[in-house]
């Protein structure tokens, strides 16, 4: 079997977790428990004269509460801890050391939280609601949180859904949180359909437990961090990295979009062009892999003649930015275009054209961390022939290219070793290299989203096109699955994809950039380019 795909029913229904599947909203949830816990667990450690072990916002957030209904959450992970608290009662003050008590000052950490902030919604997750609704697929949203009508509401996407059911109805109903089905049941139950040929969509590992205790149709799990293996584990059918990496079939079929299945540019002007119409592009390209040609020798990667030339014809059309893991000034000198924008070290740091003021700079604190990881990883990875060690300034890339097959274990093993020690750093992937960033909420995909608002280009009247070949260029095809046009570069692998279609290789990147100038170069007629497939 694909590793990547797996058999499902024509769907009746799909069932949508709302944290971390619809709602950007994890992370603030992670925060509020760490906040919590780590308040209780300082004192209570300090009142025993015993050491203080901070809750992991990562590793215990996914593990134990993740996805359970408050009070579950604070008796599964104090349970880890070897501690047990009276249960209480749901009035409870939130400075009680019960779980009630626990239970509530995380719910009004969160509630700060939503009062200061609009929630954000995923891009691919809002792509997957509008294709349903167009093909009349009933889509329920469920959560263990009560909050769930409130954080929708904020969202701006209470409409999408036919039914909600949330923590509050599971109090009402007195029914029991995930793992078990049951909130899974009383969805379907709410849409009049079958759980046998109904999608679960889940983040979280107790998600997909209920999903697959449920008898569901399909059970897909979404990996927005680095818990893959354990969604499997728990029952996943298919797991993905976000929602943009699937379509809907004529036949009602999830289809995951791979590499080798996307449909080319060269088949599908046509459709582009229609893109196109009353619209004005913006475009991003990345650089290794896209504007050159991938080489063993990352330094020895230059822009040819031909390629800078189109580029430089296309810029004088429209916007254009080279995206790039390479930093800042190592890529201009590289791409020597002044006319263009430039994000390098994947959008840490961000440049307009000369004589413009757009620039940016993220993770200034994080480079004393970066020369620490640099300095381990050189003394550490001198004995393993064929590596090379690259500093950019807002990271460090170790490529793996020319290593013998039998040491890329002991390369990787020795990255994470340095990464264990830094945990203020974390690992990002390409082709044959592995890089240590700065565990910030940044990447190719905000990058591009933050140049859009400074040009305020972030309208709807503006089409973005972003190329690209990588995974680190994934990030900007999510960004842009619901509003952009997204082409990837096919390569050796077959790896799931958010991009909606494909060139074969840098030649045909090429092609379509001067398709694409000679098309801004043609006459209109009220706004609207010419309909043939030229």
Partial sequence: MNPYNSDGPALEAVLLDMDGVVTDTARAHAAAWKEMFDEFLRQWRADRGEVFQPFDGKRDYLQYVDGKPRHDGVIDFLATRGIE????????????????????????????????????????????????????????????????????????????FDTCVDGGDLARLGLPGKPDP????????????????????????????????????????????????????????????????????????????????????????????RLLSGRSPVVFLDYDGTLTPIVSDHTKALLD????????????????????????????????????????????????????????????????????????????LADIAGHSVERKRFSVAVHYRQVAKNRVGDLKAIVEEVLEQHPQLLRGRGKKVLEILPDLDWNKGEAVMWLLEQLQLDR????????????????????????GLTIVVRGEDQRPTAADYAVADIEEVRGFLAWLTGILGEPTVSGEVADDSR
């Fill in 85 to 160: 608290l009276p249960y209480g009662s749901e009035d409870d003050d939130p400075r009680q050391q019960t779980v009630c008590g626990l239970a509530y000052r995380k719910n009004r950490l969160f509630n700060e939280w939503l009062q200061q902030n609009r929630v954000r919604t995923f891009p691919g997750t809002l792509k997957l609601l509008r294709d349903l609704r167009r093909l009349g697929i009933p889509i329920a949203v469920f959560s263990a949180s009560r909050n769930a009508a409130k954080v929708l509401e904020s969202a701006g996407v209470s409409d999408l």
């Fill in 460 to 483: 709807s009247e503006i089409l973005p096109i972003y190329m690209g070949d990588d995974i680190t260029d994934e990030y900007a095809f999510r960004a842009l699955a619901e509003d």
């Fill in 305 to 380: 003649d031909a390629m800078g030339a189109a580029v430089s014809a296309l810029a004088e059309r429209c916007p254009v930015a080279v995206v790039s893991g390479r930093d800042l000034a190592m890529l201009r000198k590289l791409v020597a275009i002044d006319s263009l924008y430039y994000a390098g070290s994947h959008g840490f740091e961000i440049a307009g054209p000369k004589g413009q003021v757009t620039s940016m700079e993220r993770g200034v604190e994080y480079l004393p961390l970066l020369d620490e990881a640099e300095q381990e990883l050189r003394r550490k």
């Fill in 182 to 273: 049951a909130v899974l049941h009383e969805a379907v139950k709410q849409l009049g359909v079958q759980p046998a040929r109904t999608a679960v969509i889940e983040d979280a590992v107790a998600g997909v437990e209920a999903g697959a205790a449920g008898a569901f149709g399909l059970v897909i799990g979404v990996d927005r961090g680095d818990h893959a293996d354990a969604l499997r584990t728990a029952g996943a059918d298919l797991v993905i990295n976000d929602l943009s990496e699937m379509r809907i079939g004529p036949d009602r079929r999830i289809i995951l979009k791979t590499l080798d299945n996307l449909p080319s540019v060269r088949e599908r002007k046509k459709e582009i062009r």
